[in-house]
């Protein structure tokens, strides 16, 4: 059984004629220690698939097994705790809370994870060492994601979750978070969906998703995943 | 880390925060510090009353026996009794103060407390005297005193000075408002001490309950079993200091009470505002805790705490600070009134309370303002929230609306769209003006009433005190002498149904230095048939004009009917009011009490028949020093006013900047120039500063005519603020209200055009 795995998932947003259906029975699965991309052009439903496999949101129907969990049938609760043991989140605006400093951006999920990672090692781990007292305001938009990848990852996910992490950034620092995401990936074996409209993605990815008005419409496996430092944008 | 996220928040909104801080900090040390007052004063008067054994019936008649004294205390619900003489004389001093006398033979129950020399001791000879009449007169421990008693003169040697559980409220009867040391004291003599003590009567019999009996049989039975012998019978309900004091206790209790509440109020506005504000602000930071696995619970408590420790700061700081400075304010000026042994404050349960009502406040203000925010899946709250369908309202579509212009329609749209924060600032400024108005007009009605009483209602220049037994002669005498009005007053108990009330009874003979007015403050006269009834005791009775009533003077025994002919006003003195020839006429003859004359009168002082003399100034005088006592309670209730309003205009300012920076940019860029958005600004600031005043002059007047009707029954205040003092209020309010805005709209300048129109976060 795969990792993850989505079964006929509908998402329908409002209610009888007018209800929008953002994700149409979508099906897919992805495996463990893979680096899995979706794709799609705006309003395709990436974003509402990955609320889903987030637990940011329930479906309307279908099953969604993560770790062989059906978690769409999760109450709230189950989906906090869903959400603070088994997933990291990366998100396009990096959602850093500003009135914290990196360190303590980082460290704010001691408050709710046990054997969380210790703030400045995942600070270092990401390049931002020397960094560690400064607001999110005092760094630049590629500081940033890196602080929250940090964050994200010192909870030590089972999964981590990103948002077009590099739909905010010039290409340059858009690879070098890139690379790092992958970095993670290879030496730790951490599962990583990213979710972006950015074709560049597909090179490096080990498995890519099309999505299309709320659909699936295409699934397949790279043989041959380049490094993100050696895609060319 | 949460915590010190609150912490930066804080600073971040710091105007809002300091503000909550402030209003819950001025509650709790409003309250708790007034309650201190009262309190400490209601706990000190209890311990003192219980030291010196205060008695809680007296009897008044003439003639008790050492039986009665038995019978009494053998009553059921009586503890103890004790009989003593009291009479009224006068210390032969400058001035000839009132100097009521009492002689014991035992001293069991409302012992004198001794603060200098002896301890009162019926073995010694001497006399031992007030306190406060002894400074004020310059006497001290082993000076000789002379007092005239009905005509005799004794001459003593002061053993002690003393204070009595019965003279807190130190003066001779309820004619007087401020006791004046000088003019009136009393003094205890041991019987054996004064010549042919064996054979004195005594006219006052003490008996105390023990505490615990049930007040109100013990009178019934005390009333049966000295039937026929007894003028009156007081308890501590009526007799005058006991009763002085407990009413003074309540106002000041009713005062602490309705002040906090607008403070409670507007830092639970304030809070309301700035944590919807706050939350939604943070509408992404939400969504991101949510996502990093923070339950809502965490996330609600976190904000929550942010009111918790605002309201509990403010409150403890509150508890701590009021109890030490309120009373020492007030405490000098009660202290001009009452004689109480010691004063004290006290803390009490309640004023934990107070802190907790702080506290819940702030924290069930947040609580509502961030459930809204926490209501949504995590995935809703990480979008911005979708704009309201800012449906327009039918004022919007009306012609009218058009020709406002853009000014007014701004503001008038803000006003709406945000109406916590506008209340929130009406309440701000309804509260600053009603203390002002609150301050200025409690002075105001009573200077009024002093103005009515001595400008138009007793035009004598002096009042001349008769003795009770002035021989006919002298009274044409002194008629002769100072031509006026002859006047008669007394207390009586007045009846209609069961309704019992003790007033007075006055009897006016012919002239016109002693006025009535109707309640409408028209002048009126006297009816020829039957009697007038002032107008508090008529409401207090029931009664109105063409009713009967029945009246009982202090020492008869039957009742007397009378018709009522008419209903006057006045703020003093409250009971019915008889023509000589209409008094006559009910089968009574006039016995004057008083001499009233126009003019100034020297020397009167020894004449036969003469008891005192007072000028009229010497009333006014004592008037204006009741209003005196008042100026710190003023002085406080103003700088509460100025502090309130300031606080919650500039918050209310800070937050509409905040909120506004990004059109205020946007303007910027249009070309729209610095005069002319600090008028935008000016403009809503100016409008809720008038609704406020509209709606604060109103309760304004409401609260002071409470605070008047908590005094005693025997006054009828009416409440009065002077044209200059609501000018000014309306005037100190406004002024705020620029001040304020002058503040905030300096800040227009350092609007970033750029920054401010860039990001949206």
Known sequence: MAFIEFRDVVKEYGAGEHAIRAAD?????????????????????????????????????????????????????????????????????????????????????????KNAADAGEALEAVGLGDHLRQFPAQLSGGEQQRMSIARAVSKKPKLLLCDEPTGALDSETGMMILALLQRMCRENGQTVVVVTHNTVLTQIADRVIRLKNGRIVEQSVNPAPMRAEEVSW | ?????????????????????????????????????????????????????????????????????????????????????????????????????????????????????????????????????????????????????????????????????????????????????????????????????????????????????????????????FDGRYTVVLTRDTQLSTAMFKNEIAQNRAIGGIFPIVFFLIAALAMLTTMTRLTSGQRLQIGTLKSLGFSRRKILRHYVSYGLWLGLAGGLVGLVTGPLAIPALLFPMQKTVYQLPEWKAAVSAADIAAVAVAVLCCLLSSWFA?????????????????????????????????????????????????????????????????????????????RAVTDRLYGELYTYGTKIGLEGDIEASALDALQARYPGQLLQEASAEIRAGDTVKSG??????????????????????????????????????????????????????????????????????????????????????????????????????????????????????????????????????????????????????????????????????????????????????????????????????FFIGCMLSTMSESSDFVTYVSPVSLAVSIAATFLLSFAVNLLMSRRVRSIDMVGALKSVE
């Open chain 2, 504 to 701: 007075n009874l006055t009897v006016v003979g012919d002239g016109s230095l002693y006025r009535f007015e109707d309640a409408g403050g028209r002048a009126m006269s006297l009816p020829d048939d039957g009697a007038a009834i002032s107008y508090k005791m008529a409401e207090l009775l029931g009664v109105a004009a063409g009713d009967t009533v029945a009246y009982r003077p202090l020492g008869e025994k039957s009742w007397q009917e009378v018709k009522i002919g008419a209903v006057y006003r006045s703020p003093i003195g409250q009971g019915l009011s008889f023509s000589s020839a209409a008094f006559e006429k009910t089968g009574s003859a006039m016995r004057p009490t008083a001499l009233l004359t126009a003019g100034d009168v020297k020397n009167a002082d020894g004449l036969p028949g003469v008891e005192n003399v007072q000028s009229r100034q010497q009333l006014i005088d004592s008037f204006n020093a009741m209003v005196d006592s008042m100026q710190s309670l003023i002085a406080i209730l103003i700088l509460a006013a100025l502090l309130l309003g300031a606080v919650v205009l500039y918050n209310l300012g800070a937050l509409a900047f905040n909120e506004r920076t990004r059109e205020l940019a946007t303007l910027k860029v249009l070309g729209f120039n610095k005069r002319k958005i600090r008028a935008l600004l000016q403009t809503q600031n100016i409008w809720l500063t008038a609704l406020g005043i509209v709606l604060g002059i109103p309760a304004g007047f």
């Open chain 1, 25 to 113: 029975r979508v099906s897919f699965e992805i495996e463990k220690g893979e680096f899995a991309v979706i794709l799609g052009p705006s309003g395709a439903g990436k974003s509402t698939v990955l609320n889903l496999l987030g637990g940011m949101d329930r479906a309307t129907g279908g099953a969604i097994r993560v770790d062989g969990t059906d978690i769409s049938r999760f109450n709230d609760d189950a989906l906090t705790s869903y959400r603070c043991d088994t997933i990291g989140f990366v998100f396009q605006f990096y959602n850093l809370i500003p009135t914290l400093t990196a360190c303590e951006n980082v460290a704010l999920v001691k408050d709710i994870v």
């Open chain 2, 370 to 446: 961030c459930r809204r925010e926490l209501g949504d899946v995590p995935a809703a709250t990480l979008r911005p929230r979708a704009p309201k369908a800012g449906r327009l309202s039918r004022l919007e579509k009306s012609g009218l609306w058009r020709s406002l212009g853009f000014s007014a329609q701004w503001n008038l749209r803000d006003v709406l769209r945000n109406k916590v924060r506008s209340a929130m600032a009406v309440v701000g400024v309804v509260g600053c003006i009603m203390l002002l108005l609150w301050g200025l007009g409690l002075r105001d009605s009573i």
């Open chain 2, 1 to 225: 880390m949460l915590l010190r996220k609150m912490l930066r928040d804080m600073r971040l909104h710091k105007v809002q925060f300091i503000s909550i801080f402030l209003m819950s900090l001025l509650g709790v040390f409003v309250y708790t510090g007034i309650n201190a007052e009262w309190h400490g004063m209601q706990k000190e008067a209890d311990r003192y009353y219980e030291d010196t054994a205060l008695a809680d019936f007296w009897i008044v008649g003439s003639g008790f026996s050492a039986e009665d004294v038995s019978a009494a205390a053998a009553l059921p619900g009586a503890a103890a009794a004790q009989r003593r003489l009291t009479i009224d004389g006068t210390a032969v001093l400058g001035g000839s103060p009132a100097l009521r006398v009492n002689v014991l033979d035992e001293n069991t129950l409302s012992r004198p407390l001794a603060v200098e020399g002896r301890q009162f001791d019926t073995a010694l000879d001497g006399v031992w005297l007030d306190s406060a009449f002894a400074r004020a007169n310059g006497l001290k421990t082993g000076d000789t005193l002379a007092v005239s008693l009905g005509g005799s003169r004794i001459e003593k040697t002061i053993l002690g000075l003393v204070m009595s559980p019965e003279y807190i409220y130190d003066v001779k009867d309820d004619s007087v408002f401020m006791p004046d040391a000088k003019a009136f004291g009393f003094a205890f003599v041991p019987r054996q001490a004064l010549p042919g003590g064996a054979a004195l009567p005594y006219n006052e019999l003490m008996v105390s309950s023990g505490g615990g009996a049930d007040g109100d049989s013990v009178k019934k039975s005390l009333e049966q079993a």
